[in-house]
C-alpha cells in the first residue's frame, strides 16, 4: 500500500524534528557529566625548594581562583572546593610577580566528587608537580591509609603501622597505594638508615589517611594528613567554598525553545504542503 504524499512528507517532517530536539538533549546530558564539584588541597613537599606562591587557574582564565603565598616545605593546603573541570597549578618563587613565569606548572582535571592533591615533589633540581588521586572510599568497617615519601635525607624508608609494614621500601618522592587497616590507635613509624620518624594516629573506620615522610630539624618526621572523614566525603572543616564569588548561571537549557520553533516549523511547512495540493487539484 502506497501512502498518500502528503502523509510521507509529514513523517519526514516529525523525523526531522525529532533529530532537531535528539542534538541538544545529547549535548545537555553530557554537559551535566560534567558539573558538580570537586576538591583539591595544594602542597609543598621538595626538601631543599626555597619557600613559593602557589596559584590555581581554570582553564581559559588568567585570573587565579586560589593563591597561597609564601608556602614553605612541609606545607599542605586544607581542600578547597571546585566546580568540575580543566585547571592549571602553578608554582612561582615566593614574592614573584603573578605576571612572571611560573618555576612550574601543571593541568589537573577535577571529576565531579573527586579529591586530588596537587604537590610540588622531588628535589630542586627535578622539581615536578604531581598529581594525586585522593581515595574517598574504604572498605566497610575499614580505614585507609598511603605513604608520602618527602625525605630527602632518608631516600629510602621502611613504613610501618602498629609494627605492621605497609611499605617496605619508600623511595624519595614516591607515593603508595592505599592500604586497609582496621581502627585503633596506630602508631605510624618511618624507619630509614639513620633515624626514625613516628607519630601516633586515632583511626576511625570509613576515613582515610595520608602519611607524610619529612625531614625535620632532628630527623625524619612524620606527619598525617586526613584525606577523608567519612566515606565518599572531603575532611570535615577541610572544605570551604566561594573563592571570592559564586559561579554565574548558564543559559537555560535550549530544548523548550527548539521545541516550539520546530513545531513552528513543521505546521508552516504542513500549511505549505496543503497549500500546494489545494492549488494543485484546484480545491
Not at 546530558?29 to 596559584?55: E, F, K, Q
Not at 565531579?112 to 574517598?136: C, F, I, K, W
Request: contains cysteine.
Amino acid at each position: 500500500m502506497k501512502f498518500p504524499r502528503i502523509i510521507r512528507q509529514i513523517t519526514m517532517l516529525l523525523a526531522a524534528l525529532a533529530l532537531l530536539l535528539g542534538i541538544p538533549a545529547a549535548a545537555a546530558s553530557a554537559s551535566s557529566a560534567t558539573s558538580g564539584t570537586g576538591w583539591i588541597r595544594l602542597a609543598h613537599l621538595s626538601p631543599n625548594t626555597p619557600p613559593v606562591d602557589v596559584y590555581l587557574y581554570s582553564f581559559g582564565n588568567s585570573n587565579a581562583q586560589i593563591v597561597l603565598h609564601h608556602v614553605a616545605y612541609g606545607t599542605v593546603s586544607p581542600y578547597e572546593a571546585v566546580t568540575a573541570g580543566d585547571y592549571t597549578v602553578a608554582m612561582r618563587s615566593a614574592g614573584a610577580a603573578s605576571s612572571s613565569q611560573p618555576v612550574i606548572s601543571t593541568s589537573v582535571t577535577i571529576k565531579a566528587d573527586h579529591a586530588y592533591t596537587v604537590a610540588g615533589m622531588g628535589p630542586e633540581s627535578g622539581l615536578r608537580l604531581q598529581v594525586l588521586n585522593d581515595d574517598l572510599t574504604t572498605p566497610p568497617g575499614k580505614a585507609q591509609i598511603r605513604v608520602i615519601q618527602a625525605s630527602l635525607k632518608e631516600q629510602t624508608v621502611k613504613f610501618t603501622c602498629g609494627g605492621q609494614t605497609i611499605v617496605p621500601k619508600a623511595t624519595f618522592a614516591s607515593v603508595s597505594s592505599y592500604a586497609a587497616i582496621p581502627p585503633g590507635n596506630w602508631t605510624m613509624a618511618a624507619i630509614g638508615s639513620g633515624s626514625t620518624g613516628t607519630t601516633v594516629v586515632p583511626v576511625a573506620a570509613g576515613t582515610v589517611h595520608s602519611e607524610v615522610v619529612l625531614d625535620g630539624s632532628n630527623g625524619l618526621e612524620v606527619v598525617s594528613l586526613l584525606d577523608a572523614a567519612g566515606a565518599g566525603t572531603p575532611p570535615t572543616g577541610g572544605v570551604t567554598t566561594g573563592f571570592g564569588g559564586t559561579a554565574g548561571h548558564g543559559p537555560g537549557s535550549p530544548v523548550p525553545w527548539l521545541a516550539v520553533i520546530g513545531a513552528g516549523t513543521l505546521v508552516t511547512l504542513a500549511g505549505g504542503v496543503g497549500l500546494r495540493r489545494r492549488l494543485n487539484t484546484g480545491i
